[in-house]
């Protein structure tokens, strides 16, 4: 996830900007973005994967949802999340300069 993330950088700062998406938690090395309502990491992989393999995209989507809980302590309920790590790619530098 973190290479396709990165390949459309860009597209995920507008969203952020727009609101579309939210920056829940930023440490030094990574950050967590929730995409509301909107499986993004489940819609990604969908199509990535046989038949016999469509539970992968649900559980990569449920890993980064408990990493999300696990390093801010919250309950985000039933928005999804991304957690990625910063690299000259990947930073919030766009929005915070």
């Known amino acids: 996830m973190q290479r396709s993330v990165e390949a459309v950088w860009n597209a995920w ?4 900007k727009s609101d579309l998406y939210h920056v829940i938690d930023e440490t ?3 950050m ?3 995409t509301g309502e ?3 990491i489940r819609n990604s ?3 990535s994967y046989p038949k016999d393999n469509k539970r992968i995209p649900h559980i990569v ?3 980064h ?3 999300a ?3 801010t302590d919250r309950d985000f309920g039933y928005y999804y999340h991304i957690v990625i790590e910063k690299t000259e790619k990947a930073s919030l530098d766009e929005i915070t300069d």
Not at 13 to 16: E, R, V, Y
């Open 38 to 40: 909107y499986d993004v």
């Open 13 to 16: 700062i507008d969203n952020i």
């Open 69 to 71: 809980q696990e390093r």
């Open 45 to 47: 992989l969908r199509n």
């Open 32 to 34: 967590i973005i929730s």
């Open 61 to 63: 989507s449920e890993l």
């Open 28 to 30: 030094n090395s990574a």
């Open 65 to 67: 949802d408990e990493l």
